[in-house]
């Protein structure tokens, strides 16, 4: 049996999914759909269900570390959820950090003309008329767990409505 764990990022599209082992990244799994649709047909493919992938069937996913923002806020609930029910059904230890881990870039795009801005020392804020391109997120090719912490509870920056 070979033990992996998950980064995941699923703020915004595409949604990336890196399986990992000893922190070195093995495999890359991409998807254009909707987090709804595209966390369970992704991770139905890793665990042991009845669509289960055979090339994943000599893994166990031991850890999950993701993103819990900032981002899209459908995404991030729906993220939190469906996480956490895996976590609690499958015994899978889960880790999360903020978006900007995951991108080289400063803003991350939330409505209009506004962004997400991270300062050099880590504070997140909405930054306003800001023209930003999509954000583009990468999986690392090193998994740093050393960013992650239990504190799993979605990230909103976002004013009250």
Known sequence: ????????????????????????????????????????????????????????????????????GPGSFTALKLTHIFLHTLAMVYDIKLFATSSFYFTSDCYIKAFGTTCFYCDCEGNISLAHNIMSKNTSFFLPKTLDTARFHTHTQPLYILPPV
């Open 1 to 68: 049996m070979r033990y992996i764990s998950i980064a995941l990022v699923s703020v915004g599209l595409p949604i990336k999914c890196g399986l990992y082992e000893n922190q070195t990244l093995i495999e890359e799994i991409i998807s254009d759909e909707l987090p709804l649709v595209a966390l369970p047909r992704i991770f139905e493919s890793l665990l042991p269900t009845p669509k289960q992938n055979p090339m994943y069937r000599d893994m166990k996913i031991e850890s999950i570390y993701y993103a819990n």
